[in-house]
C-alpha cells in the first residue's frame, strides 16, 4: 500500500493568487480563456478572482466580469476571495457558488492585507458565514503565515491550530495552510501541520504552498506523509501576495502534477493540458514560464 493519499484534489488558485500580483492587468477575455483552459484540463476547483478592494489589489477589479465569461463546467466549483460582508455581497450579487475568507497567524501580516486584527478578521467572517448559509455557498478559508511572516519572522505552530480551529469551527468547509512567503522546509512543514491536525481532521485541512525558495514540493511531500489529499497550485507558478514583498508564486500546478503522477496519486488532471495552459498565460503575460515543465516545452 502506498504511504500517499490514492486520490489528490487540486485546487487551481493561478487566476486569483497568481494574476492578483502580476505588474501586467490580463485583459478579462485572456482570464476567461485561462479559466476555462484549466477546467477542461480537469481541474475541479479553480480559484477565479476577489472582491476585494480595488484600491488595494486593482489586478482583481474584473472578477464579476470573469465569473459572468467562463463556461461553468458542471461539477467545477469557482471560489473567489472575500475580506468582509461587502465582498460577500459582491459575491452573491455575481452568482458565485463559494467563496474562501482569509484570516492571519500573523497579526502584523493581518494589519497590511486586511487592514485589521486578526480577531477582528474573525468577526468580520461571521455575517459571511450566516449569507453563505442563507444562500447555499460553500466557504473555504485560508490562514496565511503557516510558515512564517514577512514582517514577524518565525510564527508559533499553536498559532495556526488556534486560527484554522476558529475557521473550520465557524463553519469552513476545508481550511488550507498557506506559506505565504514560501520559507518553510519539510520538518517545519511536517510538524506545523501536525500541531494543525490535534486541533481540525486532516479531511478538513489543504496546503497553500508558495515556492519562493523551492521548497514547496518537499514539504508538499512531508505533508502527504500525514495523510493530507487537497493542494492549491497555480498554473504556471504565477504570482505570489502584494502584501507579501518578494514572495513568488505557489508551486507551478504541472510540476505539482508531474510529482503526484508519479508518486502514483490520481487527481484527474490532464498535464499536457496545464502545460498547455501555463505556456498560454505565460505568453499572454510576456513572462518566460516559471514552471519547470512548462520551460521543457520551450
Ligand atoms: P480598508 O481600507 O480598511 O476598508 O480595507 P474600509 O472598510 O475602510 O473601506 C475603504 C474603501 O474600500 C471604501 O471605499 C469601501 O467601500 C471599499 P471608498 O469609500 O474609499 O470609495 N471596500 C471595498 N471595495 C470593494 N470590495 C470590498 C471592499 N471593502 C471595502 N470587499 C479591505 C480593508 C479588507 C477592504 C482591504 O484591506 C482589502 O481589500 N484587502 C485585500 C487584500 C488582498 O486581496 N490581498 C491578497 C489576497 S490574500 C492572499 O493572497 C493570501 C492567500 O493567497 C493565502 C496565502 O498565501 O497566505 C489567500
Ligand atoms: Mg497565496
Not at 79 to 105: I, Q
Request: charged letters at 20%.
Amino acid at each position: 500500500m502506498s504511504r500517499y493519499p490514492q486520490r489528490i484534489r487540486i485546487v487551481e488558485v493561478g487566476p486569483r493568487d497568481g494574476l492578483q500580483n502580476e505588474a501586467v492587468q490580463l485583459p478579462t477575455a485572456l482570464k476567461i480563456e485561462l479559466i476555462d483552459r484549466l477546467s477542461a484540463a480537469g481541474l475541479g476547483t479553480i480559484e477565479i478572482g476577489s472582491f476585494v478592494s480595488p484600491k488595494w489589489v486593482p489586478q482583481m477589479a474584473d472578477t464579476a466580469e470573469v465569473l459572468n465569461g467562463i463556461a461553468h463546467r458542471p461539477g467545477v466549483s469557482y471560489p473567489v476571495l472575500v475580506p468582509n460582508l461587502k465582498g460577500m455581497e459582491s459575491a452573491v450579487a455575481a452568482g458565485v457558488d463559494e467563496v474562501a475568507v482569509f484570516a492571519s497567524a500573523s497579526k502584523s501580516f493581518s494589519q497590511r492585507n486586511i487592514n485589521c486584527t486578526i480577531a477582528e478578521s474573525l468577526r468580520r467572517f461571521e455575517p459571511i458565514m450566516a449569507l453563505s448559509r442563507s444562500h447555499g455557498i460553500r466557504v473555504r478559508g485560508y490562514v496565511s503565515c503557516a510558515l512564517g511572516c514577512p514582517y514577524e519572522g518565525p510564527v508559533a505552530h499553536e498559532k495556526v491550530a488556534e486560527v484554522a480551529a476558529s475557521l473550520a469551527d465557524m463553519g469552513c468547509y476545508e481550511v488550507s495552510l498557506a506559506d505565504t512567503i514560501g520559507v518553510g522546509t519539510p520538518l517545519a512543514a511536517a510538524s506545523m501541520l501536525e500541531a494543525v491536525l490535534r486541533q481540525v481532521p486532516v479531511d478538513r485541512l489543504a496546503l497553500h504552498f508558495h515556492d519562493t525558495y523551492g521548497q514547496a514540493l518537499a514539504n508538499t511531500l512531508a505533508c502527504l506523509e500525514l495523510g493530507v489529499s487537497v493542494l492549491d497550485a497555480a498554473v504556471g507558478g504565477l504570482g505570489g501576495c502584494p502584501y507579501a514583498a518578494g514572495a513568488t508564486g505557489n508551486v507551478a500546478t504541472e510540476d505539482l502534477l508531474y510529482m503526484l503522477h508519479g508518486l502514483g496519486c490520481e487527481t484527474g488532471v490532464d498535464l499536457d493540458r496545464v502545460v498547455d495552459a501555463a505556456c498560454f498565460v505565460s505568453d499572454a503575460l510576456g513572462l518566460a514560464p516559471a514552471s519547470h515543465l512548462a520551460r521543457l516545452r520551450r
